[in-house]
Nanobody, 119 residues
Framework: QVQLVESGGGLVQAGGSLRLSCTASGSISSFNAMGWYRQAPGKQRELVAAITSGGRTNYADSVAERFTISRDNPKNTVYLQMNTLKPEDTAVYYC?????????????WGQGTQVTVSS
């Protein structure tokens, strides 16, 4: 049973910064990739940033110059540093862990943390 626990969300003014944390119940190196998704009311879930076990990163175009995903393997934690936040960044942010195992795909999700950016 994989558990992902998120923290760091909150209310911030436009232009401000937040850092989200996602701590896994096991070694994050056991996952092929970990990432952050977000979902605003009435919108589909979208990938924000991801990092593979090899350290490759991927970002949505809308956040690529402002957000940074990183990991701390001994702490089994993945971070999302969010700078220059905009009101359109307001959403529930979810941590995701992905694994390919014996030809099958597995996705695990955190509970979500609310990020609200005021004008």
């Amino acid at each position: 049973q994989v558990q992902l626990v998120e923290s760091g969300g909150g209310l911030v003014q436009a232009g401000g910064s937040l850092r989200l944390s996602c701590t896994a119940s096991g070694s994050i190196s056991s996952f092929n990739a970990m990432g952050w998704y977000r979902q605003a009311p009435g919108k589909q879930r979208e990938l924000v940033a991801a990092i593979t076990s090899g350290g490759r990163t991927n970002y949505a175009d809308s956040v690529a110059e402002r957000f940074t995903i990183s990991r701390d393997n001994p702490k089994n934690t993945v971070y999302l540093q969010m700078n220059t936040l905009k009101p359109e960044d307001t959403a529930v942010y979810y941590c995701n862990a992905f694994r390919n195992l014996l030809g099958l795909s597995y996705d695990y999700w955190g509970q979500g943390t609310q990020v609200t950016v005021s004008s």
